[in-house]
């Protein structure tokens, strides 16, 4: 059992940046791929990226390559996401997700714990 606890999100205007962090309770974190998923208004939740339990392979949605980047600290216990070049299509409920399996799948349904989700509006 893992909880998770997002934090960093805000109001921010495009073109601006913002991280984002989510804090995981337990002392497998290290043995867990993490992920974060987004939800819009009105949207399904989404993939946005995934990164492997040692950081060594990551994954994005296209609509953020080149602009998001996650990174772990397994010491911490911690997932981050930069996120640059914020747009107002960016505006979201961002969500931390954990999961059990090996593979780094971007499918809500491979994770098996989630955060209570924090918010991003970008305006333009």
């Known amino acids: 059992q893992v909880q998770l606890v997002e934090s960093g999100g805000g109001l921010v205007q495009a073109g601006g940046s913002l991280r984002l962090s989510c804090a995981a309770s337990g002392r497998t974190f290290s043995s867990y791929v993490m992920g974060w998923f987004r939800q819009a208004p009105g949207k399904e939740r989404e993939f946005v990226t995934t990164i492997t339990q040692s950081g060594g392979i990551t994954d994005y949605a296209d609509s953020v390559k080149g602009r998001f980047t996650i990174s772990r600290d397994n010491a911490k216990n911690t997932v981050y996401l930069q996120m640059n070049s914020l747009k107002p299509e960016d505006t979201a409920v961002y969500y931390c997700?954990?999961?059990?399996?090996?593979?780094?799948?971007?499918?809500?349904?491979?994770?098996?714990?989630w955060g209570q989700g924090t918010q991003v509006t970008v305006s333009s």
């Open positions: 997700a954990a999961s059990r399996n090996i593979v780094p799948y971007t499918t809500t349904l491979k994770y098996d714990y």
